[in-house]
């Protein structure tokens, strides 16, 4: 099988839970991370409670696929903290929907299709992941403008991306800065509130500046450093960056 992770991730780990989970990695290089693969049409409300995942009240009637996503999500989280000394956590959200992590971690989680990707450090560190199915060019034309401007369209072309490449990168990244910061912001804001201003395509790493409105001068520097993998089908994008 391919890896899940991104290739310069050390896996460490190799599990699953058939018939659900069909494939999960673990590593713990260069970061605490986590992903798998899950089945959908394998999922039924036995399988949460085989694993100990009560369902939140909000998801209790929600569409299979809505509840698998949930249960393979929690799945991998208490797999990766097991790891870490910290055995049959339960991560659950808060009525804002962001994750309740254990006392002294900072985490993020992001799922898309029938993959989930975790990440977790210190809580002196803040941390953001996504992850995206590529976007077709068509759709990229309709969403361009709502996610980057013209001037950060032109950064990533220059840098060799296609206009569907980068608007499904630059979605993915805007996202995963917006899962660190939330946190210490707690309050939503749009694409247009991170601006991308370096690209580095042999580092995988794309540099971005939030405006002040977002982030004060009182919160530290506003510049971020954002790092990505993107393959034929995907992107995956994650943010660890130390608070201030």
């Not at 992770?5 to 999960?24: G, K, M, S, W």
């Not at 989280?77 to 992590?101: E, G, K, Y």
């Not at 296609?162 to 990244?173: G, K, N, Y």
Request: proline residues 6%; glycine residues 4%.
């Amino acid at each position: 099988m391919p890896q899940l992770l991104p290739v310069n991730f050390l896996v460490e780990h190799q599990q699953n839970y058939l018939p659900f989970i069909t494939q999960a990695e673990l590593s713990h290089t260069p970061f605490h991370s986590a992903c798998c693969h899950f089945d959908v049409q394998a999922y039924s409300p036995q399988l949460a409670e085989d694993l100990g995942v009560v369902l939140p009240q909000a998801l209790q009637h929600a569409v299979k696929k809505r509840q698998a996503e949930y249960l393979a999500s929690r799945w991998l989280v208490t797999q990766l903290l097991n790891t870490l000394a910290i055995p049959n956590f339960q991560l659950l959200n808060r009525a804002d929907r962001s994750p309740i992590w254990p006392e002294g971690v900072s985490g993020s989680l992001s799922h898309h299709g029938n993959k989930v990707f975790a990440m977790i450090a210190s809580n002196s560190y803040l941390v953001g992941t996504d992850i995206e199915k590529n976007l077709t060019a068509q759709r990229a034309r309709e969403l361009q403008s709502m996610i980057m401007s013209s001037a950060e369209l032109a950064r990533m072309t220059a840098a060799g991306f296609s206009l569907a490449q980068a608007t499904t990168l630059i979605f993915s990244i805007k996202e995963a800065l917006y899962k660190a910061v939330f946190p210490v912001v707690q309050k939503l804001f749009g694409f247009e509130q991170a601006t991308v201003t370096a690209v580095n395509p042999l580092l995988n790493q794309i540099s971005l500046e939030l405006s002040p409105a977002i982030w004060p001068a009182q919160h530290g520097p506003s510049s971020w450093q954002a790092h990505y993998w993107q393959s034929d089908s995907e992107v995956l994008s994650w943010l660890v960056a130390p608070r201030s």
